[in-house]
């Protein structure tokens, strides 16, 4: 059974922290992305990659970093996180359909 | 750019029928349709590539029509279970595969 897992389901963090969200996939896929889903603005993309050490910019990558190690970890990273970053954060894989995590929500104070 | 989705919201009883639509700026490749409900992540409903194939499954269905750059998903006979919030998300080809998403279409069947 394919998975993506996520390692938080909610987080909350402080104005100015950096922040890791961790994402591992045991399928393979060589694609990964990072999304935030907002209420009325519905998934936009942040990073994504094809490759280890591979990553491209999305729709929306300021205030985000990520980084890709090993095929199955494709980390998202908030260098200096703001309220505006509070969101909820999907990461995914792609081959012939998209498969989702969980999901992390993060609230920034 | 995001496709553009419609309705934004639909409510339905049970055993009616809806459609969402799904309209790009961008030439398509493929375009995907997702569920989600409420708490959890999107799931995979279809796929629809070049060529304006119709697909469906059960009761849930969908058209592509690349020269208009659309595509319509229908829910025929709705159940409770149909409830959630629907993506479609398109791919214009190219090198980089991946999916831009529209914004989503909440539907609720009421009994």
């Known amino acids: 059974d394919v998975k993506v897992t996520q390692s938080s389901r909610y987080l909350v963090k402080r104005t100015g922290e950096k922040v890791f969200l961790e994402c591992v996939q045991d399928m393979d896929h060589e694609n990964m992305f990072w999304y935030r889903q907002d209420p009325g603005l519905g998934l936009r993309l942040i990073y994504f990659s094809y490759d280890v050490k591979m990553k491209e910019k999305g729709d929306i990558p300021e205030g985000y970093s990520v980084s890709r190690e090993k095929k199955e970890r494709f980390s998202l990273i908030l260098e200096s996180a703001s309220t505006n970053q509070t969101s909820m954060y999907l990461c995914?894989?792609?081959?012939?359909?998209?498969?989702f995590g969980p999901g992390t929500r993060l609230t920034v104070t | 750019q995001q496709p553009v989705q419609s309705p934004q919201a639909v409510i339905l009883r049970e055993g009616e029928d809806a459609v969402i639509n799904c309209s790009s700026s961008k030439a398509l490749y493929s375009v995907h349709w997702y569920r989600q409900k409420h708490g959890e992540a999107p799931i995979f409903l279809m796929i629809?590539?070049?060529?304006?194939e119709q697909k469906g499954h059960d009761k849930i269905s969908a058209s592509f029509n690349e020269k208009k750059q659309q595509s319509s998903l229908y829910l025929t006979a709705s159940q409770l279970s149909y409830s959630g919030t629907y993506f479609c998300?398109?791919?214009?080809?190219?090198?980089?595969?991946?999916?831009?998403f529209g914004k989503g279409t909440l539907l609720t069947v009421n009994p």
């Open positions: 998300g398109t791919d214009s080809g190219g090198s980089n595969y991946k999916l831009t």
């Open positions: 995914a894989t792609l081959r012939n359909e998209q498969y």
């Open positions: 629809l590539l070049k060529g304006g």
